[in-house]
C-alpha cells in the first residue's frame, strides 16, 4: 500500500472509530450469514435497522464488497487489528443509521446511503 493509500486508510479509520464512540453501547459488529456458491442473491447475510445485507451478486450485496472491495476493508481492519466485516459492518450500520446523503434509486424502492467512511472506495 503507497503512503497517500496508507494516510487515506488511516484518516478513514480514524473517521469510522470517532462515529462509533460518539454511540452510547460498545462497537460491537455483528456475525454475518454465509454466502456459498449456491447461495441464492436473495438471501440475508445481516439485518440493519434501516435494512439488509444480502448475498447479492457481483455487482451488488455482499459477494459485490468482497469482489470489488476486500483489499479496502482489509487496509482498515489491520490499522485497528479486526476482521475486515467487522470493520464493514460497523461502518455499513452507521452509514444507514446516520448518512451523510440518501439517494433514492429508480422508483423509490431503493436507496444509496453514504457517510465519508466510504471515500478511499
Known sequence: MNRSRLL???????TVMAALIGTSA????????????????DKVVRTYSKGVLKCGTQGWGYNHIKARHLTEWEGLAAIEN???????DLAIAKSLDAPEIAVNAGGGSTATRARSTWSIM
Do not use: F, K, L, Y
Not at 8 to 14: I, L, Y
Not at 82 to 88: M, S
Open 26 to 41: 460498545p462497537a460491537q459488529a455483528e456475525v454475518w450469514g454465509a454466502c456459498g456458491v449456491s447461495s441464492s442473491a
Open 82 to 88: 479486526r476482521n475486515w466485516r467487522d470493520i464493514a
Open 8 to 14: 487515506a486508510a488511516a484518516a478513514t479509520s480514524a
